[in-house]
T-cell receptor
């Protein structure tokens, strides 16, 4: 299957700083990428959908100024957690699909810890 | 609105037992996709199966089988002769077309499966 790489896999940052997470489709062009957040022992909550070249669509309750999403190319989407706080600590997972109605492939996830 | 219900929070079985994980979904659309993913303790999501709404054929892949019943809006997953390595959280997911034309995928709460030796 297609490969989606997420980087970094783990990151620890200080409260108040910003951290960027990258999601790359390695062997296909992804018109659509999705960002999910997963709290410990909980399900994946969709945060936003990003389409290449356009603004991301955020789910209700997700602060778009807090979680900046950029999908500048067909192979890269980034999620920047701005002014991180300990409550932002979570597992963030991206997925990418070639077309809107096809299977999405998931990255390995990024575990963010804000101290 | 989309909804995926996995009523079983945790299931514990002994190795070699068969186990069925339930998934019930709600959707207004006639075109949708259903998925099962496995999340082992390491955290990554492993794709298991994708089913579109027009294909109700049941599928078997090794020890895994899936029963898709549109009449009851269910997409249940059975592991036959379970093994310790099957211990993981299993997520059922539903992908439905939005007004924008794209598909949005939501996940059920997950079922944590413990397989004891």
């Amino acid at each position: 299957g297609a490969v989606v790489s997420q980087h970094p896999s783990r990151v620890i940052c200080k409260s108040g700083t910003s951290v960027k997470i990258e999601c790359r489709s390695l062997d296909f062009q992804a018109t659509t990428m999705f960002w999910y957040r997963q709290f410990p022992k909980k399900s994946l909550m969709l945060m936003a959908t990003s389409n290449e070249g356009s603004k991301a669509t955020y789910e209700q309750g997700v602060e778009k100024d807090k979680f900046l999403i950029n999908h500048a190319s067909l192979t890269l989407s980034t999620l920047t957690v701005t002014s991180a706080h300990p409550e932002d600590s979570s597992f963030y997972i991206c997925s990418a699909s070639r077309q809107a109605d096809t299977e999405a492939f998931f990255g390995q996830g990024t575990r963010l810890t804000v101290v | 609105a989309q909804k995926v219900t996995q009523a079983q929070t945790e299931i514990s079985v002994v190795e070699k037992e068969d186990v069925t994980l339930d998934c019930v979904y709600e959707t207004r659309d006639t075109t949708y996709y259903l998925f099962w993913y496995k999340q082992p303790p390491s955290g990554e999501l492993v794709f298991l199966i994708r089913r579109n709404s027009f294909d109700e054929q049941n599928e078997i892949s090794g020890r895994y089988s899936w029963n898709f019943q549109k009449s009851t809006s269910s997409f249940n997953f059975t592991i036959t002769a379970s093994q310790v390595v099957d211990s993981a959280v299993y997520f059922c997911a539903l992908s439905e077309r939005e007004n924008t034309g794209g598909f949005k995928t939501i996940f059920g709460a997950g079922t944590r499966l413990f397989v004891k030796a």
